[in-house]
């Protein structure tokens, strides 16, 4: 059973900047892809960014192309989700996730289907 903890969010200015940090318990063969997903109360979970196990491979949602920027430590077993220009309606809980699709699947595919999640970290942006 592999273990997503979650650090780094908080309170920023819109205009800001904010690094999330993933740290995965354990490597296994089980899991491809990991990435990062968000949630506001009353709405589902929506997909923000993914990065192959290699990290070759980065898929993004088109709301954060471009201001955010998705990467991988494999030697620590971490992902990064570098967040830029932040606009108040970047505001949510996000979760890490992992599981045994590719950056592009995990993109697509419905968030109550993925293997693992993190506790989740809040981002506010304030205007």
């Known amino acids: 059973q592999v273990q997503l903890v979650e650090s780094g969010g908080g309170l920023v200015q819109a205009g800001g900047s904010l690094r999330l940090s993933c740290a995965a318990s354990?490597?296994?063969?089980?899991?491809?892809?990991m990435g990062w997903f968000r949630q506001t109360p009353g709405k589902e979970r929506e997909f923000v960014a993914a990065i192959s196990w290699s990290g070759g491979t980065t898929y993004y949602a088109g709301s954060v192309m471009g201001r955010f920027t998705v990467s991988r430590d494999n030697a620590k077993n971490t992902v990064h989700l570098q967040m830029g220009s932040l606009k108040p309606e970047d505001t949510a809980v996000y979760y890490c996730?992992?599981?045994?699709?590719?950056?592009?699947?995990?993109?697509?595919?419905?968030?109550?289907?993925?293997?693992?999640w993190g506790q989740g970290t809040q981002v506010t942006v304030s205007s």
């Open positions: 354990e490597r296994t063969f089980s899991v491809n892809a």
């Open positions: 996730a992992a599981h045994r699709t590719t950056a592009q699947g995990m993109g697509v595919m419905t968030p109550r289907l993925v293997d693992y």
